[in-house]
Nanobody, 116 residues
Framework: QVQLVESGGGLVQPGGSLTLSCAASGFTFSDYAMSWYRQAPGKERELVAVITSRGRNTNYSDSVKGRFTISRDNAKKMVYLQMISLKPEDTAVYYC?????????WGQGTQVTVSS
């Protein structure tokens, strides 16, 4: 059974930091590129960051570049999103995603709220 379980979301003040985690199981994690997406109320889901299967390459949306860092630990089957200098516009539900060819899996999401 494929599972992606996100954790680490919460309420943080503007300028603060948060690290999201995603635990994977039920598939060959090291074969899949991993991504973080987010969806704010009333907006479409958007890609935030992606990391290749071996972790050699990463890419970020312009809105988070320089503030967010995606990483993975294939031995632990974990992917992380470190977020610093958070802004109110970063408020959203953050989703973990795994993709390989035509296979794509999603987590249930974790809420991040940036507010004073």
């Amino acid at each position: 059974q494929v599972q992606l379980v996100e954790s680490g979301g919460g309420l943080v003040q503007p300028g603060g930091s948060l690290t999201l985690s995603c635990a994977a199981s039920g598939f060959t994690f090291s074969d899949y590129a991993m991504s973080w997406y987010r969806q704010a109320p009333g907006k479409e889901r958007e890609l935030v960051a992606v990391i290749t299967s071996r972790g050699r390459n990463t890419n970020y949306s312009d809105s988070v570049k320089g503030r967010f860092t995606i990483s993975r630990d294939n031995a632990k089957k974990m992917v992380y999103l470190q977020m610093i200098s958070l802004k109110p516009e970063d408020t959203a539900v953050y989703y973990c995603n795994a993709v390989r060819l035509t296979s794509r899996f999603w987590g249930q999401g974790t809420q991040v709220t940036v507010s004073s």
